[in-house]
Each structure stands twice: as structure tokens, then as C-alpha cells.
T-cell receptor
């Protein structure tokens, strides 16, 4: 089955800096790559996603890039703010037509004022 | 819509007891997923349903775990008997038109503690 690796496991930045989280996946047939943000004690919530026919997608301060050849995708957060502090999960869809997701282990992002 | 609803939000039970977790998906969604989240193993998919039918339960850890979806608006995850290693946060999620890999909406989770 699909395997998703996520790095780093923790990331500390100063407010205003950029943050980058990287994920790799194993199955070249995967075609959907969402990113979820989970604040402490809360549910995971989708913040951005990308499909395999697109190389990059932006939404205000966040962007995701996808390299299908290398089978990796990244989350970029610019001008980080303390409220960006959370655990971020990448995921990849399973092939075969169903929307099951395989999640990475998560990255704890800490943004210091 | 109120989103995915789960109950209870917290459950503390003793080893050997039966535990039932409940989920109400978003109305109209045709896929329902049960996940378990722990620090060690992250988010694990336990089982998922399409149109109330279980599709893949390969993530269910043992026979002690069972899940049902008697209708489109209700699902249960049961653990019998419970063990301390079952302590985790259990999330239910739902999505629409799963074949196109649409967004999964998570419920608030049930924090289970087995002593």
C-alpha cells in the first residue's frame, strides 16, 4: 500500500519567517495530496490540497508544490504567525478510485513571537 | 450543517469493559471513515464505509474492534473487551463522492482512556 514520509517532525521558526514541510509518497498512482492542520485538542482541518495534474497551488500565505517525478510534495507557509503553531499532516490518496488517505506522521510547527 | 458529530467526547473506562463510540456524518456524504490517533502511530485508518457498506476493515487492529453503519446518518465503533493500549483519540470523518478523492471532514474526536 501507500507509504507517506513526512519531515521534519518538529519545526521551530520566528514570527515572520517561512516554514517548509516536505513529504514523499511511494505509489506513483496517487493523485490527490491534501494538507491538514491540527491545533492542540482539535480535529484535523484541511488547509490546502493539490491534485496530480497541477504543480503548484497558492492560497494567501500557504502554498503547496508537487513533483510527480520525484514523488514528493511540500507545504510552504510564508510570514508565519503565532496562530500558525499546530501539527501539520500531509496525506496521499490511495489508488483505485476510493478516497482513502494515507497520512504522514505529522510536523509540529512552533512559531515564536 | 453542524458538521460531523461524535459522542462521547471523552470516555474513561476500565480494562475489560465494552466501549461504544458514535458518529453522525455530514448529511449527504456517502463515505465514512474511522481513524485512531496516537503519538506513536499517528493517524491510522481503521475502517471505512461507502453507502453504509464496509469497504475495507484491514486497519482494524483485532477482533475486539467492530464497526457498523446501520443507516446513512449513524455509525458505531465498538471495542469489546477494551485494553489500556486502546487509549487514543478516535476520529470519525466523512466525505462526498469518494471516488474523486474529495475532502474528508473530521469530527471533534473521542478521547478514550482505558485504565
Amino acid at each position: 500500500g501507500e507509504n507517506v514520509e513526512q519531515h521534519p517532525s518538529t519545526l521551530s521558526v520566528q514570527e515572520g519567517d517561512s516554514a517548509v514541510i516536505k513529504c514523499t509518497y511511494s505509489d506513483s498512482a496517487s493523485n490527490y495530496f491534501p494538507w491538514y492542520k491540527q491545533e492542540l485538542g482539535k480535529r484535523p482541518q484541511l488547509i490546502i490540497d493539490i491534485r496530480s495534474n497541477v504543480g503548484e497551488k497558492k492560497d494567501q500565505r500557504i502554498a503547496v508544490t508537487l513533483n510527480k517525478t520525484a514523488k514528493h510534495f511540500s507545504l510552504h507557509i510564508t510570514e508565519t504567525q503565532p496562530e500558525d503553531s499546530a501539527v501539520y499532516f500531509c496525506a496521499a490518496s490511495s489508488p483505485g478510485g476510493y478516497s482513502t488517505l494515507t497520512f504522514g506522521k505529522g510536523t509540529m510547527l512552533l512559531v515564536s513571537p | 450543517d453542524a458538521g460531523v458529530i461524535q459522542s462521547p467526547r471523552h470516555e474513561v473506562t476500565e480494562m475489560g469493559q465494552e466501549v461504544t463510540l458514535r458518529c453522525k456524518p455530514i448529511s449527504g456524504h456517502d463515505y465514512l471513515f474511522w481513524y485512531r490517533q496516537t503519538m506513536m502511530r499517528g493517524l491510522e485508518l481503521l475502517i471505512y464505509f461507502n453507502n453504509n457498506v464496509p469497504i475495507d476493515d484491514s486497519g482494524m487492529p483485532e477482533d475486539r474492534f467492530s464497526a457498523k453503519m446501520p443507516n446513512a446518518s449513524f455509525s458505531t465503533l465498538k471495542i469489546q473487551p477494551s485494553e489500556p493500549r486502546d487509549s487514543a483519540v478516535y476520529f470519525c470523518a466523512s466525505s462526498l463522492r469518494g471516488g474523486q478523492a474529495y475532502e474528508q471532514y473530521f469530527g471533534p474526536g473521542t478521547r478514550l482512556t482505558v485504565t
